[in-house]
């Protein structure tokens, strides 16, 4: 039981990307996903949540970042446009797996989730 992250890399400052995150073993459909971001030297915070069809996205991504899921192939997407060089982080995946749906309030904590991917490193060069 899993969460395998990839899809980050190195790109000039308004370009895109698109991090992925896979499920092995299970299927995720009910659970809500999050992306979950660290700078270095700063703490790991919120990106974006989705419980749901419904999503959620901190202010400084609103309008650049999606946040989405292939239920058929138990992954989860996080569609970056317009990158800053600020956006440069760790990406961090994150599964809920227990049973109970978490409000809304609480898909931008990271006690709302219980599985995490390994993280991929998003660069952007000014």
């Known amino acids: 039981v899993q969460l395998q992250a990839s899809g980050g890399g190195l790109v000039q400052a308004g370009g895109s990307l698109r991090p992925s995150c896979a499920a092995s073993?299970?299927?995720?459909?009910?659970?809500?996903m999050g992306w979950f971001r660290q700078a270095p030297g700063k703490e790991r915070d919120f990106v974006a949540g989705?419980?749901?069809?419904?999503?959620k996205y901190t202010d400084s991504v609103k309008g650049r970042f999606t946040i989405s899921k292939d239920n058929a192939k138990n992954t989860v997407y996080l569609q970056m446009n317009a990158l800053k060089p600020e956006d440069t982080a760790v990406y961090y995946c994150?599964?809920?797996?227990?049973?109970?749906?978490?409000?809304?309030?609480?898909?931008?904590?990271?006690?709302?989730?219980?599985?995490w991917g390994q993280g991929t490193q998003v660069t952007v060069s000014s």
């Open positions: 994150a599964e809920r797996t227990r049973e109970t749906m978490p409000i809304w309030s609480e898909l931008s904590e990271e006690r709302s989730y219980d599985l």
């Open positions: 073993g299970r299927t995720f459909s009910r659970n809500t």
């Open positions: 989705i419980r749901w069809n419904n999503s």
